[in-house]
């Protein structure tokens, strides 16, 4: 099994920074995709940003130059740097990743995780 933890999460004030992280950890052979979701209360979870293993990014168009998403792939980590935060990005913020690794003792190819989510909160 994978695990992700996400940490960095939390309150600030509209304009204010915060960095999320998320490491994920198991017997894992490669991650291709990693990236971050997020879900504000009575709405649908959504893409934030996503990196490849090579470092192409996409990003909703909502958080274009505002977040940068970055990965460590020695140490299989993802970051987010969320600067000039608004009111509207409150939500909870949830790791994702599309690995290769043993489950149960099986290689299983190419599923998806998620972490368990961390709460970011602007204020206005």
């Known amino acids: 099994q994978v695990q992700l933890v996400e940490s960095g999460g939390g309150l600030v004030q509209a304009g204010g920074s915060l960095r999320l992280s998320c490491a994920a950890s198991?017997?894992?052979?490669?991650?291709?995709?990693m990236g971050w979701y997020r879900q504000a209360p009575g709405a649908q979870r959504d893409l934030v940003a996503r990196i490849s293993r090579g470092g192409s990014t996409v990003y909703a168009d909502s958080v274009k130059g505002r977040f940068t998403i970055s990965r460590d792939n020695a140490r299989n980590l993802v970051n987010l740097q969320m600067n000039s935060l608004k009111p509207e990005d409150t939500a909870v913020y949830y790791c994702?990743?599309?690995?290769?690794?043993?489950?149960?003792?099986?290689?299983?190819?190419?599923?998806?995780?998620w972490g368990q989510g961390t709460q970011v909160t602007v204020s206005s």
């Open positions: 994702n990743c599309n690995a290769d690794a043993y489950v149960d003792g099986v290689r299983v190819y190419a599923r998806n995780y």
């Open positions: 198991g017997i894992i052979f490669s991650i291709s995709e």
